[in-house]
């Protein structure tokens, strides 16, 4: 319906951070038509669906349109059947402004995330690429990975492991508890442990 402007910010990044919606081009003949109905109907019923986008198309309607609260209902339902949709009639709400203030910090966000990063990505990867605050985390994220991969600096450690039998025949494992860090150490441990074993 109403969305940020495709070719501007269009966010109030030294006041209050307010979105500034614009109708798209392609849109405008739709809503005229709407308000024309509108304007003409005892009641409007607003119907979209119950989750932030849903709640914020119904918004946008009743911005868009002028309906006032005199006439016009919300209602949700959640399958397309006589009971469900009579139901949503008997239950009318208002809308749910928590629903719709969520889903407009999730758009500013991504709008001011996608804005500055979005053309970054047209240089270095692929046009026609856009970033939001999701991929710009998961993107940090693999980089940092990355670094950390390249970064890393083997290190050799030494496991000492040994199989003992007993005088009438049995035998057990035995490990030592901690690693050795050098082939040295590793070495002096076991010609030590040798002396002892054949004294």
Known sequence: MADLPSKELGVDVDGDFT????????KKKVVRNLKSLANKAEMVWLASDEDREGEAIAWH???????TPDRTKRIVFHEIT?????R????????????????QARR??????????????????KGGLSAGRV?????????????EVLGFEPKASYRVDAEF???????FKAKLPKNITTKKQAKAFLE???VLLLK
């Open 19 to 26: 979105p500034k919606y614009k109708v798209s081009d392609d």
């Open 61 to 67: 309607l009743e911005q868009e349109l002028g309906l």
């Open 82 to 86: 006589k009971t469900a949709i009579l």
């Open 88 to 103: 949503a009639i008997e239950n009318p709400r208002k809308i749910d402004y928590d629903l719709v203030n969520a889903q």
């Open 108 to 125: 500013v966000l991504d709008r001011l995330v996608g804005y500055e990063l979005s053309p970054v990505l047209w240089r270095k990867v």
């Open 135 to 147: 991929q710009s985390v998961s993107v940090r994220l693999i980089v940092e990975r990355e670094r």
């Open 165 to 171: 039998t007993t005088q009438d025949g049995k035998s």
């Open 192 to 194: 030590k442990t040798l």
